[in-house]
């Protein structure tokens, strides 16, 4: 991970915008709201801990292509009890690499 890239921060505060959600916050990390649902976002991960919380929370971690790989083999062998999704930022660009699961379909 590594210092805090201001424009990685400012990218994925402009994504959310797009989508629709309501930012607050203007550090590394921030809160983005969308009708029912808030998603607590990480820009970096200035340390080695990733964030704890509660069961039923979404975390949404934004990380630039060489972060990504390493980010989600954390986060898989880590099994946090949250909801988490990686966006990765590439240039102007971004894509979702891993979201969460949809909802459970029984039959």
Known sequence: MGPVNMRLVEQARSIFAELG?????????????RAWKVVHVN??????????????????????????DDLEERLTSTDPSYEWAIIVVDGDDYQVERAPPGPRVTA
């Open 43 to 68: 820009t970096v991960l200035e340390n080695d801990e990733l964030p704890t919380s509660t069961n039923g929370e979404f975390h949404c971690f934004v990380a630039q292509p060489d972060d990504a």
């Open 21 to 33: 959600y309501s930012v607050e916050g203007d550090g590394p990390e921030f809160r983005a709201e």
